[in-house]
């Protein structure tokens, strides 16, 4: 079993553009408080987040060698890795019922300073649902260690 850290307070700021097939450009940010937990051969991020006529949804993400993946528990549920060169299926299920998902992982890069405890996260994907492509999605997360006072 792998060793885990103590628990470390972190802010995420989120930001993902989608270039929809329509041709519209969409920006959803999003900023919230979670923890983060280093083992051995990876790298885990907890943080909840509320989401507008859906509800709370508590989100993992889990970096290693693999890729990223993240894991929505809530209102919303889904499983999704991003790993580059791959496509991944998935079901995302929301109040209004469940979706098949695919996601064509373009770009995963990961900058991270272990001993501060803070980096950035890019994934590109090409988002499909119901066989049904939906656009190009970027996703940039930075993460840094509350400061302690």
């Given at each position: ?77 889904s ?9 991944t ?58 400061n302690?006072?």
């Amino acid at each position: 079993m792998e060793k885990t850290t103590n628990p470390i307070s972190v802010t995420i700021d989120m930001e993902t553009t989608i270039n929809h097939v329509q041709g519209e450009r969409e920006t959803i940010t999003m900023k919230a408080n979670g923890k983060l937990y280093q083992k051995e051969t990876s790298t885990i991020i907890r943080y909840e987040e509320t989401i507008e006529e859906a509800g709370k949804v508590s989100n993992i993400i889990k970096i290693n060698e693999e890729g990223i993946t993240i894991v929505r528990q809530g209102s919303i549920s889904s499983r999704q890795l991003y790993s580059p060169g791959i496509t991944t299926d998935s079901v995302y299920q929301s109040p209004y019922g469940s979706m098949l998902i695919s996601t064509e992982t373009k770009k995963v890069q990961v900058d991270w300073t272990k001993e501060r405890n803070q980096g950035t996260i890019e994934i590109a994907y090409i988002l499909t649902l119901q066989d049904e492509q939906v656009g190009d999605y970027f996703i940039t997360m930075k993460i840094e260690e509350v400061n302690k006072k």
